[in-house]
Each structure stands twice: as structure tokens, then as C-alpha cells.
């Protein structure tokens, strides 16, 4: 979807796994050594075009190239760096926008991160980690930085508990891997029919709407918010602490038993480790066999 988006060609999902697969037994033992556990890399397919025309003009060649990389835990500390209090720090967008009707914004392409960055370094002078992007004259609640933004808060009226994220109808967010998982995930294990819900943990409604920071603001006031999360593959799961908007502070509970994560966003972020290391059986795990 992302490649047509920039009439790039398709790539058969299926081949490029076996791509994947071949790369892996390769590098995959060079660089996650057995001596390592727990580590992993960030495996990232592009596509670019390479023909020789000059100009406005689609591509008539593309080349399909994996890049991996080992990635830091960055829930954590940096060698060398300060510890600094638990949870991201979002300042909400005011002018600019990342994405609008009609556009691109939900599409990997690199378009979407060039023209982000103005924002971004602003807002890390100012202290925060990431832009929470806006969108629209009511303030709509997009993503997070690169990464897909979720909530937990009390229904206003029900006094239900909802995990809460922008849809993708609108065209205005990533059709995130690691969100889809997420969903997948509280789905299958915290909706109120999961026969597999965690005791002692209330069951969550899944709400994929259009919601806006005016929302988020009220919900705060009353005291609804529960916890608040970003889902993506550099961030993983991390949970947010606060979200300034119109210079004010919102601050995020963070209520789990070390005082660094929702409840929610812990349990989730554990069942996705166990899966990616191999830790439980799962259809979304792929062995890879290494290259003697």
C-alpha cells in the first residue's frame, strides 16, 4: 500500500518473507549471539526507485533493499546518560500538521518524517520527547512522533473502561504493525468476552474513533484517564506520562507495581516480548533456522 501510494511496484509479501528469512540466518547469529539473550534487531524493508530519468516522472525501476539494525531498549537509560523520571513527555501539535485528507500520512514513506522534524527538535528544546500531532480546527488526536497513540479512560457516560486510538478511515495515521497486534491482543485477551482474561484486571472496550485533545482535556478533569501508551517498532510499547496542550500539562497516571507503566500497557508489552522471543507458541512467530 505504501510503495502504490508513490506508484512504486508491489512486492509479493510472501517472497519478501523468504528474503527476510535468508537474511536472518545469515546476520541474525552474527549479531543476536547466544551470549546475548534478550537483544534484537530492527529489520526494515525499503523500496526506492533507481531508473535513470531525471524529472517529475514515475519510476521505471525499483530496488527493494532489508536493512538491520541492533536497537537499544529505549524504555531504558542510556549508558552515560541521566535517569530521567519514567513515561514519555508529548507536547501537542499547535501549527503544524502531519498528515490531512487526501494526503499521504498513512503511508510509510519518507515524506512523512523530513518535514516532522521542525517540530520535533522544538519541542525537544522545550523538554519533550515527542509531538503528539493534531489535526483540524477540534484538534483531533492523530499519532505520536512515528509511532500510533493509544489511551485508557472511562467512558464518560457507561463508566466503562475503553482502550482508545484514532481510526484508520481517515487516512490520517499509519496502519501500524505493532497497532494491529495491539488490538489483535486486547481483543483477544481484555475485551469483556475473552475467555482469557487476566484475574483481577477489568475488562477493556476497543474503540478505533475520531477523538479529540478537548476530549482527552474533559476526560482529564474528571479524572477518567487510566493510563496512555505508544505502540510502534523503534518504541515498542512505552508508556506516556504527560501531554501538554495549550500550555497546560496533562499528566498520565502510570499505576502498575514499579511505577513506570500503566497496567495495560505492561501487560501488553510482556505478551508481545514473549511472543517476539520465542517465549510462548504463537502464529505471529517465525522460527528462523541459522546458516551453519
Given at each position: 500500500m505504501s510503495a502504490q501510494r508513490v506508484?512504486?511496484?508491489?512486492?509479493?509479501?510472501?517472497?519478501?518473507?523468504?528474503?527476510?528469512?535468508?537474511?536472518?540466518?545469515?546476520?541474525?547469529?552474527?549479531?543476536?549471539?547466544?551470549?546475548?539473550?534478550g537483544t534484537f534487531l530492527y529489520v526494515r524493508p525499503a523500496i526506492i526507485g533507481?531508473?535513470?530519468?531525471?524529472?517529475?516522472?514515475?519510476?521505471?525501476?525499483?530496488?527493494?533493499?532489508?536493512?538491520?539494525?541492533?536497537?537499544?531498549?529505549?524504555?531504558?537509560?542510556?549508558?552515560?546518560?541521566?535517569?530521567?523520571?519514567?513515561?514519555?513527555?508529548?507536547?501537542?501539535s499547535k501549527e503544524d500538521t502531519r498528515a490531512w485528507p487526501g494526503g499521504f500520512g498513512y503511508a510509510k514513506v519518507g515524506a512523512n518524517y523530513g518535514p516532522a522534524f521542525v517540530a520535533h527538535m522544538a519541542g525537544r528544546?522545550?523538554?519533550?520527547?515527542?509531538?503528539?500531532?493534531?489535526?483540524?480546527?477540534?484538534?483531533?488526536?492523530?499519532?505520536?512522533?512515528?509511532?500510533?497513540?493509544?489511551?485508557?479512560?472511562?467512558?464518560?457516560?457507561?463508566q466503562a473502561l475503553q482502550l482508545l486510538t484514532a481510526p484508520l478511515t481517515e487516512k490520517l495515521i499509519l496502519d501500524g504493525v505493532?497497532?494491529?497486534?495491539?488490538?489483535?491482543?486486547a481483543n483477544e485477551r481484555l475485551s469483556s468476552s475473552s475467555k482469557s482474561l487476566p484475574s483481577g484486571i477489568k475488562p477493556l472496550e476497543i474503540v478505533e474513533r475520531t477523538y479529540t485533545m478537548l476530549e482527552v482535556e474533559e476526560a482529564h478533569k474528571e479524572g477518567r484517564i487510566v493510563e496512555a501508551f505508544l505502540s510502534g517498532t523503534a518504541y515498542f510499547i512505552t508508556p506516556v506520562s504527560a501531554v501538554s496542550f495549550r500550555d497546560r500539562n496533562i499528566e498520565?497516571?502510570?499505576?502498575?507495581?514499579?511505577?513506570?507503566?500503566?497496567?495495560?500497557?505492561?501487560?501488553?508489552?510482556t505478551w508481545l516480548y514473549d511472543i517476539m522471543y520465542g517465549n510462548v507458541e504463537h502464529e505471529w512467530g517465525v522460527v528462523v533456522d541459522e546458516d551453519e
Open positions: 506508484v512504486l511496484p508491489a512486492f509479493d509479501p510472501v517472497e519478501l518473507e523468504k528474503l527476510l528469512l535468508a537474511f536472518m540466518a545469515v546476520d541474525g547469529p552474527r549479531w543476536l549471539p547466544k551470549s546475548r539473550p533507481d531508473g535513470e530519468e531525471l524529472g517529475v516522472t514515475s519510476p521505471s525501476e525499483a530496488l527493494l533493499f532489508v536493512i538491520a539494525v541492533p536497537w537499544p531498549d529505549l524504555s531504558g537509560t542510556p549508558p552515560g546518560a541521566q535517569p530521567k523520571p519514567p513515561g514519555l513527555r508529548l507536547l501537542a528544546k522545550l523538554g519533550y520527547d515527542q509531538i503528539l500531532w493534531l489535526f483540524g480546527p477540534d484538534y483531533q488526536v492523530t499519532e505520536a512522533g512515528a509511532s500510533n497513540f493509544f489511551l485508557v479512560l472511562r467512558d464518560p457516560k457507561s505493532t497497532r494491529r497486534s495491539v488490538l489483535d491482543l498520565i497516571p502510570m499505576q502498575n507495581a514499579a511505577g513506570d507503566s500503566g497496567v495495560y500497557a505492561q501487560m501488553i508489552k
